[in-house]
T-cell receptor
Framework: GENVEQHPSTLSVQEGDSAVIKCTYS??????FPWYKQELGKRPQLIID?????GEKKDQRIAVTLNKTAKHFSLHITETQPEDSAVYFC?????????FGKGTTLSVSS | GAGVSQSPSNKVTEKGKDVELRCDPI?????LYWYRQSLGQGLEFLIY????????KSGLPSDRFSAERTGGSVSTLTIQRTQQEDSAVYLC??????????????FGEGSRLTVL
């Protein structure tokens, strides 16, 4: 079936380093790609999203890139801080549903 | 209310019992989703409601799962004859977008279900 693959499942970085999380999707009709952050014990919250008519979007330390031809998109976090530690989920619109990847646990050590 | 409200926050039940989980979305939001989050797993799509349209039930894992949304607002997810593999956090989310799959989802705190 239609799905979203996310890699890596875990990522450990030192404070100040960059972190990159990658996702691929299967439905060429997908046109909306959000990223959600879920801190321990809390609900997922939207941090950035991109639509298919845009190749890159940036918001302070986070950026998302989209390659529609290859059907993959990535989240980039620069100058990581301990408070960036969380689980990050990518998602893609597939039909009427928003399908999520399995998540990446990011750990930032100081 | 100010956000998506779910109840109960925790539910412990015995195998074979039926459970009902409730979601009260943000007022005015026409799109409503149910997701399931098992330990170490992602957000598994279950069902999507949009206004008065027929729901997208393609994510429901078995016929023991059903959901309804009354009056375009409150939704109830029902699991019949619960099994241990049903243990998970059930998350509800709502969106103001006419096409809910292309707008920000606002999640509730979730209902943690434990089936003994």
């Amino acid at each position: 079936g239609e799905n979203v693959e996310q890699h890596p499942s875990t990522l450990s970085v030192q404070e100040g380093d960059s972190a990159v999380i990658k996702c691929t999707y299967s439905d060429s009709a997908s046109n909306y790609f959000p990223w959600y952050k879920q801190e321990l014990g809390k609900r997922p919250q939207l941090i950035i999203d991109i639509r298919s008519n845009v190749g890159e979007k940036k918001d302070q330390r986070i950026a998302v890139t989209l390659n529609k031809t290859a059907k993959h998109f990535s989240l980039h976090i620069t100058e990581t801080q301990p408070e960036d530690s969380a689980v990050y989920f990518c998602a893609a619109s597939i039909g009427t549903a928003l399908i999520f990847g399995k998540g990446t646990t990011l750990s930032v050590s100081s | 209310g100010a956000g998506v409200s779910q109840s109960p926050s925790n539910k412990v039940t015995e195998k074979g019992k039926d459970v009902e989980l409730r979601c009260d979305p943000i007022s005015g939001h026409t799109a409503l989703y149910w997701y399931r989050q098992s330990l170490g797993q992602g957000l598994e799509f279950l069902i999507y409601f949009q206004g008065n349209s027929a729901p997208d039930k393609s994510g429901l894992p078995s016929d023991r799962f059903s959901a309804e949304r009354t009056g375009g607002s409150v939704s109830t997810l029902t699991i019949q004859r619960t099994q241990q593999e049903d243990s998970a956090v059930y998350l509800c989310a709502s969106s103001s977008q006419a096409s809910g799959s292309t707008g920000e989802l606002f999640f509730g705190e979730g209902s943690r279900l434990t089936v003994l």
